[in-house]
């Protein structure tokens, strides 16, 4: 399977951005599908995650209210709409799909990754 980021870009605070992440490749069932960040010297981080059974979702409380985690099945797409944005939510941002756990875990339970896209806020 192959997940491929893209909607990243330079944004000004306040502002918003869609990020996609398009699914290619063989068929693997995923328990969860979710969206980490990562800025240079820090632990990377869940941000939003989608139960793939009943589409229940979960947010980090940094980004409550702010962002919106949603599929295309169809396309086999899932999109991060991030709105409000502020400087410290700049980041590499990547997509995840995870075969072991059904919520919002730890990078090492995901098992499949895209290869990231840049957000950067401007003040």
């Known amino acids: 399977v192959q997940l491929v980021e893209s909607g990243g870009g330079l944004v000004q605070a306040g502002g918003s951005l869609r990020l996609s992440c398009a699914a290619s490749?063989?068929?693997?069932?995923?328990?969860?599908i979710a969206w980490f960040r990562q800025v240079p010297g820090k632990e990377r981080e869940a941000v939003s995650c989608?139960?793939?059974?009943?589409?229940?979702?979960e947010y980090a409380d940094s980004v409550k209210g702010r962002f919106t985690i949603s599929t295309d099945n169809a396309k086999n797409t899932v999109y991060l709409e991030m709105n409000s944005l502020r400087p410290e939510d700049t980041a590499v941002y990547y997509c995840?799909?995870?075969?072991?756990?059904?919520?919002?875990?730890?990078?090492?339970?995901?098992?499949?990754w895209g290869q990231g896209t840049q957000v950067t806020v401007s003040t």
């Open positions: 490749g063989f068929a693997r069932y995923y328990y969860a």
């Open positions: 995840a799909g995870s075969t072991q756990v059904s919520w919002m875990g730890a990078p090492h339970e995901f098992d499949d």
């Open positions: 989608m139960r793939t059974a009943d589409g229940r979702t």
